[in-house]
């Protein structure tokens, strides 16, 4: 029997970020948005929190038969 799972889960990532202190409110938003944009922060992110929300499963017994179950 193949059953295919789900899980749905809120992650929070948080990144400690060195940034140039001359930068007033809006470039340093922007400046975090170039970087998560351009990839450079994805080394820096880390998984701060995991909410779960669902999980469901789906039992294939064939192409034609599939069963859901959900919780």
Do not use: C, W
Not at 7 to 28: C, G, M, R, Y
Not at 32 to 42: A, E, K, V
């Amino acid at each position: 029997m193949k059953v295919i799972v789900t899980v749905v889960e809120k992650i929070t990532s948080e990144a400690h970020l060195d940034i140039p202190n001359e930068l007033d409110e809006f470039a340093i938003r922007q400046h975090i948005t170039d970087l998560y944009n351009s990839g450079d922060m994805l080394t820096d992110l880390n998984i701060f929190q995991a909410d779960f929300e669902s999980i469901s499963a789906r039992i294939v017994r064939n192409e034609s038969d599939m069963n859901f179950i959900s919780a």
